[in-house]
């Protein structure tokens, strides 16, 4: 009996192997492992692997294990071999072990940080994780037997989804949060649409009461009203960075829709890996950061043009100006940080019953624990495993950069040159900073040479790496300035190069020419560092990082330029198009959400899938369109309220006639049209 028994369960096991050797054979044959390549590979015996485990576990799980193994034909056994998964990153079926009675799912997963190889296995219902955990050398030798590679048992863990889930879909305060963060909002709003139908909300009486005046603000008519006005506000030049702003977040979701791949249950990441290092069309996927750095540059461009129009004048460049400027930043932001921060830890693991996530539990865990350092704005100084919301580290450098902007300021209105010299000076203090990080930490750009440090941690989300373009945007707002000055007061220099380019038209289209070539050459100049990765040594790898950001958005300002002094053309009609005006005031609460719903559409394939580039683009259009839909009803029932809350705010408490709230107009504006209509609150 026991000789027979022993024979089938070697047949079965070799079946069950059998599903693993032909997961390891991956389309792109240049990056296929053979099998005779694997480490520690040969034909093992269930019975073999069942010595190393039983004795590993004791009590009622040992003992079910052990009648699991033995008897493969009963209802355990039967429920391990069609409910596991048999290959990298196959979670095998979820639901239908949680649907027996005597069988329960646990998870597990070997993880590496950013990347981490799983696989679902189902156990009998009286294992528990803490049954499990001696198991846990012999679970890193079957992964690394599934990858094709050495698992050291410190990065494994096992994981009892069914527990996992009951634990988070209980009753919580986070979760009554979320929802009255939403609901009073809501039902004040919903009062308002109806007061505003009926027309309460007339002009003198919104004048005479305030209670009036803050109900208002909630109103979707009046909001929806306010979201399509297309009508100029700032000076028409300005309206191409909203064309930017769109543009830019599309290439951000794109370059995340491939991202989540690693995070998602994809069973072929090599071959996205090969497409990512060998194909030349994706260089503009692994410089979506790029995108990023476009947004600090427009950030740092209205940052300036906030900062100068309050300190024009004299009585208000005091630190009780700046302290106000960062309060009203720091409420105009809070809504939607928290209501991503609840969303996504309180919501987010709640509407689909699955495997537990790695990345999510992490960010669960870290937000329980250092939820502080997020709405402090300080996240990216820590561990990148401590971050809550990781991708928040682009507001948190935005917001620092906010800090300092007006001590950049303040100098110009003491001399240009003094100006000029401390941001060239902070510009020069950062690509510095970047190199010596850069160098002393042995950081590599090349995809196929992976660094041997954390890449993110140490220097994509530090502010003093970061800050250059930034640097930028305040620089290309101070041209902006000076061609509105009239030409008495313009600076010399300036108003000479622009002269030279208003006499010689042609000058335009080789600053279009030079600015595109600049562009695709740092966008594309990736590739040669993937394919060739041992032709680039450290200093070429420290020399590209510092400078390709920079190099970026110098080429976009050669593009953008003459139109923001009026003598652009086609570019200008196209980026400053009244369609992206709208869709423009959606970006804050986009670039929040747009992770959260990539993880929810990966969240719906329990089983997993394969990767391809046509899953990838219908991945990024449903994530486009799904977080933009969401962000308008954010943006209508949560932003837009605060911000004119905040403006009733700063009227009813500002002090001097010529206030922050004043038209802000550049400096002797040679015409009405350099005329900006718009407050010095909106800007912020």
């Given at each position: 009996?026991?000789?027979?028994?022993?024979?089938?369960?070697?047949?079965?096991?070799?079946?069950?192997?059998?599903?693993?050797?032909?997961?390891?054979?991956?389309?792109?044959?240049?990056?296929?492992?053979?099998?005779?390549?694997?480490?520690?590979?040969?034909?093992?015996?269930?019975?073999?692997?069942?010595?190393?485990?039983?004795?590993?576990?004791?009590?009622?799980?040992?003992?079910?294990?052990?009648?699991?193994?033995?008897?493969?034909?009963?209802?355990?056994?039967?429920?391990?071999?069609?409910?596991?998964?048999?290959?990298?990153?196959?979670?095998?079926?979820?639901?239908?072990?949680?649907?027996?009675?005597?069988?329960?799912?646990?998870?597990?997963?070997?993880?590496?940080?950013?990347?981490?190889?799983?696989?679902?296995?189902?156990?009998?219902?009286?294992?528990?994780?803490?049954?499990?955990?001696?198991?846990?050398?012999?679970?890193?030798?079957?992964?690394?037997?599934?990858?094709?590679?050495?698992?050291?048992?410190?990065?494994?863990?096992?994981?009892?989804?069914?527990?996992?889930?009951?634990?988070?879909?209980?009753?919580?305060m986070g979760y009554l949060s979320f929802w009255l963060l939403i609901g009073i909002p809501l039902v004040i709003a919903l009062i308002a649409t109806v007061m505003d139908k009926y027309e309460?909300?007339?002009?003198?009486?919104?004048?005479?009461?305030?209670?009036?005046?803050?109900?208002?603000?909630?109103?979707?008519?009046?909001?929806?009203?306010?979201?399509?006005?297309?009508?100029?506000?700032?000076?028409?030049?300005?309206?191409?960075?909203?064309?930017?702003?769109?543009?830019?977040?599309?290439?951000?979701?794109?370059?995340?829709?491939?991202?989540?791949?690693?995070?998602?249950?994809?069973?072929?990441?090599?071959?996205?890996?090969?497409?990512?290092?060998?194909?030349?069309?994706?260089?503009?996927?692994?410089?979506?950061?790029?995108?990023?750095?476009?947004?600090?540059?427009?950030?740092?461009?209205?940052?300036?043009?906030?900062?100068?129009?309050?300190?024009?004048?004299?009585?208000?460049?005091?630190?009780?100006?700046?302290?106000?400027?960062?309060?009203?930043?720091?409420?105009?932001?809070?809504?939607?940080?928290?209501?991503?921060?609840?969303?996504?830890?309180?919501?987010?693991?709640?509407?689909?019953?699955?495997?537990?996530?790695?990345?999510?539990?992490?960010?669960?865990?870290?937000?329980?624990?250092?939820?502080?350092?997020?709405?402090?704005?300080?996240?990216?100084?820590?561990?990148?495993?401590?971050?809550?919301?990781?991708?928040?580290?682009?507001?948190?450098?935005?917001?620092?950069?906010?800090?300092?902007?007006?001590?950049?300021?303040?100098?110009?209105?003491?001399?240009?040159?003094?100006?000029?010299?401390?941001?060239?000076?902070?510009?020069?203090?950062?690509?510095?900073?970047?190199?010596?990080?850069?160098?002393?930490?042995?950081?590599?750009?090349?995809?196929?040479?992976?660094?041997?440090?954390?890449?993110?941690?140490?220097?994509?989300?530090?502010?003093?790496?970061?800050?250059?373009?930034?640097?930028?945007?305040?620089?290309?707002?101070?041209?902006?300035?000076?061609?509105?000055?009239?030409?008495?007061?313009?600076?010399?220099?300036?108003?000479?190069?622009?002269?030279?380019?208003?006499?010689?038209?042609?000058?335009?289209?080789?600053?279009?020419?030079?600015?595109?070539?600049?562009?695709?050459?740092?966008?594309?100049?990736?590739?040669?560092?993937?394919?060739?990765?041992?032709?680039?040594?450290?200093?070429?790898?420290?020399?590209?990082?510092?400078?390709?950001?920079?190099?970026?958005?110098?080429?976009?300002?050669?593009?953008?330029?003459?139109?923001?002094?009026?003598?652009?053309?086609?570019?200008?009609?196209?980026?400053?198009?009244?369609?992206?005006?709208?869709?423009?005031?959606?970006?804050?609460?986009?670039?929040?959400?747009?992770?959260?719903?990539?993880?929810?559409?990966?969240?719906?394939?329990?089983?997993?899938?394969?990767?391809?580039?046509?899953?990838?683009?219908?991945?990024?259009?449903?994530?486009?369109f799904v977080t933009y839909v969401i962000s308008f009803v954010g943006t209508v029932l949560l932003e837009s309220p605060v911000m004119q809350l905040l403006k009733?705010?700063?009227?009813?408490?500002?002090?001097?006639?010529?206030?922050?709230?004043?038209?802000?107009?550049?400096?002797?504006?040679?015409?009405?049209?350099?005329?900006?209509?718009?407050?010095?609150?909106?800007?912020?």
């Amino acid at each position: 009996n026991q000789s027979m028994e022993a024979h089938f369960l070697k047949i079965a096991f070799v079946a069950f192997l059998a599903t693993f050797v032909s997961s390891m054979k991956f389309q792109n044959s240049t990056l296929s492992i053979p099998v005779s390549e694997s480490p520690n590979f040969g034909v093992f015996s269930l019975a073999q692997i069942v010595t190393q485990i039983i004795p590993q576990s004791e009590g009622l799980c040992s003992a079910a294990m052990q009648a699991m193994f033995t008897n493969p034909m009963g209802r355990q056994g039967m429920n391990f071999l069609l409910y596991s998964g048999k290959k990298f990153n196959d979670f095998g079926n979820y639901l239908g072990c949680k649907g027996t009675n005597d069988s329960r799912y646990f998870l597990a997963i070997a993880d590496f940080g950013y990347v981490s190889a799983k696989m679902g296995t189902c156990f009998p219902i009286e294992c528990h994780e803490e049954d499990l955990k001696p198991m846990i050398p012999t679970i890193a030798n079957i992964l690394g037997l599934v990858i094709g590679g050495y698992v050291p048992p410190q990065v494994v863990k096992v994981v009892d989804s069914q527990e996992r889930n009951r634990k988070l879909s209980e009753f919580n305060m986070g979760y009554l949060s979320f929802w009255l963060l939403i609901g009073i909002p809501l039902v004040i709003a919903l009062i308002a649409t109806v007061m505003d139908k009926y027309e309460y909300f007339k002009p003198d009486s919104l004048k005479d009461s305030s209670s009036l005046r803050i109900l208002h603000c909630f109103s979707f008519a009046a909001n929806f009203r306010s979201f399509f006005n297309t009508a100029n506000k700032l000076d028409t030049n300005l309206e191409i960075f909203n064309g930017l702003r769109v543009i830019g977040m599309c290439w951000i979701v794109l370059g995340h829709s491939h991202e989540i791949e690693f995070l998602a249950p994809t069973f072929n990441l090599r071959d996205l890996l090969s497409d990512l290092t060998t194909k030349y069309s994706f260089a503009y996927i692994k410089t979506a950061t790029l995108a990023v750095d476009v947004f600090f540059f427009i950030s740092g461009f209205f940052a300036a043009c906030s900062f100068f129009a309050a300190f024009k004048n004299p009585e208000l460049r005091s630190a009780k100006t700046i302290l106000i400027s960062y309060l009203y930043r720091y409420l105009r932001l809070l809504p939607v940080l928290l209501l991503t921060v609840l969303l996504f830890v309180f919501i987010v693991p709640t509407v689909k019953d699955e495997p537990a996530s790695p990345y999510v539990d992490h960010q669960l865990d870290s937000c329980y624990k250092y939820w502080y350092y997020t709405f402090t704005y300080t996240n990216n100084f820590g561990k990148l495993t401590d971050a809550c919301i990781d991708w928040t580290w682009y507001l948190m450098n935005d917001m620092q950069f906010y800090l300092v902007c007006p001590f950049l300021i303040l100098p110009f209105f003491a001399s240009f040159t003094i100006g000029f010299i401390v941001l060239a000076s902070c510009g020069a203090a950062s690509i510095l900073a970047t190199s010596i990080v850069y160098s002393y930490y042995g950081l590599h750009t090349s995809m196929a040479k992976p660094s041997a440090n954390d890449y993110y941690e140490i220097y994509y989300v530090k502010p003093y790496c970061r800050i250059p373009v930034y640097l930028l945007g305040i620089f290309l707002y101070i041209l902006y300035r000076e061609h509105n000055k009239i030409k008495e007061e313009a600076h010399r220099g300036l108003k000479k190069i622009e002269d030279f380019f208003a006499k010689y038209s042609v000058v335009k289209y080789i600053g279009y020419a030079v600015g595109l070539v600049v562009m695709y050459f740092t966008v594309h100049i990736i590739y040669w560092f993937d394919k060739y990765p041992n032709d680039w040594g450290q200093w070429q790898a420290t020399l590209y990082e510092v400078s390709f950001r920079p190099v970026f958005i110098i080429g976009l300002m050669l593009l953008i330029y003459p139109t923001l002094i009026g003598k652009g053309d086609f570019l200008g009609s196209l980026l400053g198009h009244p369609f992206f005006n709208p869709v423009a005031k959606l970006t804050y609460c986009v670039y929040m959400l747009h992770l959260a719903i990539l993880y929810v559409l990966h969240a719906i394939t329990l089983n997993g899938h394969y990767y391809n580039v046509s899953w990838v683009w219908y991945t990024f259009f449903t994530a486009l369109f799904v977080t933009y839909v969401i962000s308008f009803v954010g943006t209508v029932l949560l932003e837009s309220p605060v911000m004119q809350l905040l403006k009733i705010l700063q009227e009813n408490t500002r002090k001097p006639k010529n206030s922050l709230e004043q038209p802000l107009k550049p400096e002797n504006s040679a015409s009405p049209k350099g005329e900006q209509r718009l407050t010095l609150l909106q800007l912020l």
